[in-house]
């Protein structure tokens, strides 16, 4: 193209435009670039730990039950059985009936029982992903010479059974069903409190607020509380639902709970707790989706003589109800992720029974990430990334059914 | 209820020494206009003189925007709709009101009319309802067999006989269009234009129009609004009159300068 005359006062810059363009297109990507590389740094290091070599002995030789030359592993219910009354003191071994009596248990669960209450595997060494797959022989020779009776076996810490065995202090029997429903039971009630509640001040706040002071005090309250640290939400929790609150969050006035050991750390006081927590992000995101309603629709409703009430509940809600979710969806993906209010409300650290009621002491998968996190020994932080890839798994199978729920809202019309 | 063959003509809206308020802001200013029954009225200008600022007064539509306010006085068959026992959603009911964007619900065909029929406590035949209500639009035809499909769905000119449909749908005594066909297209113009004097025979109209030749062709009434004054300027009413006299011989000079074009 022929170059344009250049006009008095004008200059020809468009290369020096186009560069900058360039300029900042490179350094936008770059900043994505960062984004994903961090991601695939945090997955690399958590799969990394979920799987890998182990080391274990046994505290009692398993050689030391074979019958007749029948070694255990091949031995039959019966001898199984047999064997598990032998070692194990009386009201353990009724205990153990008592959950499932015996002629109902398959063999193999027998020989599960064994393995965990006799014979006891205690890890004495874990490798992590990446030297597991790349130095085998090093890991062999290093077992061969330091535990000479030890077994080396390439284990998925994260297994079927880890997701349904319950909490236990040892690791290779330990599992997160505890924590699991623990963390679902919470949820729950943080979705009963903060979803109707937090819709309906957003629909108070966007449709029937005026414009004065006051409004505008509790409006710049809500944003500011969406910022409040979380710790600072649990010790709210603790004040008011585990203290204050504690007959009603102890189940003690439903006479649901002996009155002597009723204590508000419960299920329902977490999940109230985080349901605080969440409740200024959905009003937030409410009033958002709402105010997005166009005026034309809330016109064409007050136009054929509806009343504020008609026009809210059939025009605006069902075409907020999207956005609504959408804020619901990230409010409850933080509120299953926080561990700092929960353990100030008094989450339990070790229980291996599973949540039974609103009245249950709990604990979740965050806490109890995080507590074996905190432990020394290598086993637990591989626990730890397991769990952590469960967490993930049930935020992603949460948040994917609430954008299906979403999708059907916005696909009516 | 007075019939069309009176000799004297019956007002449906009246207003006297009408001035509405943005907030302290007086968009429009001295508004003396009757509007009479069975006829159309058009009221025409240039923009932003307050038309449909005005027209959302009839029907207290404008309440809905905040800090509006009004002084003198509208009325509905002579009473005052702003009167402290009137309900705005009383007033809303029995003027209805057709927007210059059609805004059908986003839902379907049959559910736009059948839902605005049963917030009124409609209880009966609704299939007869909606299809009267089509028809009276001169829908019908042409939505008989998707009637369960979106409104959303229809073209520009369609979407906009379904929010006529849907205001007949509840017998108003009054339609208020507020340009109804500026995002038309001239054929689907032509068709509301043909709607709007079949409709005449039952109902009162009154439109504002950016279209010199629709006012001309369509109304019995026209109401030339324009700005006025110093300093920040209202928009006033500077003649009503039969259509034919403003456009043949219009009182004022700027009405005559705008209706033949030459304005501006």
Redesign the interface.
Known sequence: MKEKEVIQGFSNNLNARNRKGVIWHIIFQASTLVGIVALIALMLNIVNSAFGYVAYEARVDPDTFTVDGVPLEEQNKEQLLTLLQSELSRGAYNKLNNEEPFEERSRENVFQLIVERIIRPKVVAVWDLWPSLTQVDEIRATVAQDFPTAELDFVSWLTYDFVTRPQTSEALTAGVRTAILGSLWTIFFTILLAFPVGVGAAIYLEEYASDNWFNRIIQTNINNLAGVPSIVYGILGLAIFVRTLEPLTSGEIFGLVDPTTANGRTVLSAGLTLGLLVLPIIIINAQEAIRAVPRSLRNASFGVGATKWQTVWSHVLPNAMPGILTGTILAVSRAIGETAPLVVVGASTAISFDPESPFSKFTTLPIQIYQWTARPQAEFQSLAAASILVLLVLLLSLNASAVLLRNRFSRRF | MTTNNNPEPTYVIETQDLEIYYGTFKAVTDVNMKVEQNKITAIIGPSGCGKSTLLRAF?R?NE?Y?GTSIKGKITFNGQDIYAKEVDP??V???I????Q?P??????IYENIA??AR??GYKGNMDELVENSLQQAALWDEVKDKLHQ???SLSGGQQQRL?IA??IS?KPEVILMDEPASALDPIATLKIEELMQELKKNYTIVIVTHNMQQAARASDYTAMMMLSGEGERSGTMIEFNETKTIFTRPADKRTEDYVTGRFG
Do not use: D, Q
């Open positions: 029907n539509m809905l905040a959603v009383e809303r009911y029995r209805g009101m057709v927007f964007k805004n059908p619900f986003p839902k379907s839902w605005t917030i009124h979106s409104g959303l929010c849907r205001a509840i």
